[in-house]
């Protein structure tokens, strides 16, 4: 039976994985923050179509639930900021590597990205989408790591899932140097990974 080989299938996709990473955040959680997130979000538009910019590749698993829980009218662009060469667990100087194919003037945006981190992408993208006047523009990230390293960062996130220590997450399309983006939850990167 079809239903047979996908259960056995994603069971073993995660026993194998969860085998190398700590969860921190487990499925179920996420689902149920989805959703809070979507009706907030929905509230604060007031139903309103909206245009969403996702930050790729990071934001692709999210958005992809997100929306599903959202009756509006939705537009999805993409957009490409990079800000860690392969390895690296601290996020660089961040750069737009495909500009959202979109003219935001007097639209509803909503950005959407999976971490918010050191604030340098989001950042970047605010200021160039408030170049083109929208009508509004609100953030949205599952997560927000702690960075009591770090000067004060703007605040200038909307709508955040969970927040969280400062340590390098992956699963649930975050990834590492490509990796673990297609684990269910999210986890802890070992040290020395
Ligand atoms: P920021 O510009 O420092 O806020 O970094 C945001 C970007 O860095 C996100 O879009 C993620 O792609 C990436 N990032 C930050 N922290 C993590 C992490 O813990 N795991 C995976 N990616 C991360
Ligand atoms: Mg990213």
């Known amino acids: 039976m079809i239903h047979d080989i ?6 073993d996709i995660d026993e194998r994985l969860s085998n190398v990473i700590d969860p921190l955040i487990p499925e179920c959680f996420i689902k149920d923050a989805v959703k809070t997130l979507s009706y907030t979000i929905m509230d604060v538009f007031e139903e309103k179509d909206i245009i969403i910019l996702s930050i790729l590749t990071g934001s ?18 993409p957009v490409i900021i990079s800000s860690y ?4 667990i601290r996020s660089q100087e961040c750069k737009f590597r495909f500009y959202p194919n979109v ?19 989001m950042d970047l993208l605010l200021d ?6 929208p009508a509004m523009v609100k953030t949205c990230v599952l997560l927000k ?8 960062r703007k605040d200038n996130i909307n709508f955040v ?5 400062d340590e390098f997450v992956v699963g649930y399309g975050l990834d590492y140097n490509g990796l673990y983006r297609n684990l269910p939850y999210i986890g ?6």
Request: hydrophobic residues 35%; proline residues 7%.
């Open 6 to 11: 996908c259960y056995d299938y994603g069971g």
């Open 60 to 77: 692709w698993v999210f958005v992809s639930d997100l929306i599903r829980e959202m009756p509006l009218g939705i537009r999805i662009e």
């Open 85 to 88: 060469p392969d390895k690296a």
């Open 103 to 121: 003219n935001s003037s007097n639209r509803n945006v909503l950005i959407v990205d999976d971490i918010y981190d050191s604030g340098k992408t």
């Open 128 to 133: 160039f989408v408030y170049e083109n006047n």
């Open 145 to 152: 790591k702690e960075r009591p390293d770090l000067p004060k």
């Open 161 to 165: 899932g969970f927040d969280i220590r």
């Open 188 to 193: 802890i990167l070992p040290k020395g990974a």
